[in-house]
T-cell receptor, first 113, second 109 residues
């Protein structure tokens, strides 16, 4: 089984809808991250969490919120989706130090109509 | 921005040839990493080089780091069709990584 899983893998939604993307990991890592990737571009950090009680904004947090339900689960919500949030979303984990190797999930492809 | 910038943006080579891609960055770093992304999939960590290292090898991969020039290079030797992917450098920030925009490598069989 994959160490970092994301659900759903693909999602189509309409403008104004609230949606949640979920991430689970079995690596036992404390740190979890949400990234966004636009076509042909690199990854931009949305939010990151050092542990259940520590959540931090990344470069592009506006329009997004997160919830760290447990060490193994980190959810990303779009409160009111808009078309320019159409992108590929990745969850990642790291052990203790966020500057070290990160382990990525397979991604969620989101289309906002 | 703390993001690294990869060069070239795209590279096409014949199978068996070597592929070299470069990364430049702007701030001081703890380490620099290279990741591979197959089309539409998650990134996979390839290699990490620390700021006090100049060169590192892993299989067919060779990474160099020049902190005075704030640059790194990734060399893939004897390329294979399966190496076709996007390659990203990631530089270490205070708590996180900053990813560049990637080099798209195509290896022609």
């Amino acid at each position: 089984d994959a160490d970092v899983t994301q659900t759903p893998r693909n999602r189509i939604t309409k403008t104004g809808k609230r949606i949640m993307l979920e991430c689970s990991q079995t690596k036992g890592h404390d740190r979890m991250y949400w990234y966004r990737q636009d076509p042909g571009l690199g990854l931009q950090l949305i939010y990151y969490s050092f542990d259940v009680k520590d959540i931090n904004k990344g470069e592009i947090s506006d329009g997004y919120s997160v919830s760290r339900q447990a060490q193994a689960k980190f959810s990303l919500s779009l409160e009111s989706a808009i078309p320019n949030q159409t992108a590929l979303y990745f969850c990642a984990t790291s052990d203790r130090d966020g500057r070290e190797t990160q382990y990525f999930g397979p991604g969620t492809r989101l289309l906002v109509l | 921005s703390q993001q690294g910038e990869e060069d070239p943006q795209a590279l096409s080579i014949q199978e068996g040839e070597n592929a070299t891609m470069n990364c430049s960055y702007k701030t001081s770093i703890n380490n620099l990493q290279w990741y591979r992304q197959n089309s539409g999939r998650g990134l996979v960590h390839l290699i990490l080089i620390r700021s006090n290292e100049r060169e590192k090898h892993s299989g067919r991969l060779r990474v160099t780091l020049d902190t005075s020039k704030k640059s790194s290079s990734l060399l893939i030797t004897a390329s294979r069709a399966a190496d076709t992917a996007s390659y990203f450098c990631a530089t270490s920030g205070a708590n996180n990584l900053f990813f560049g925009t990637g080099t798209r490598l195509t290896v022609i069989p």
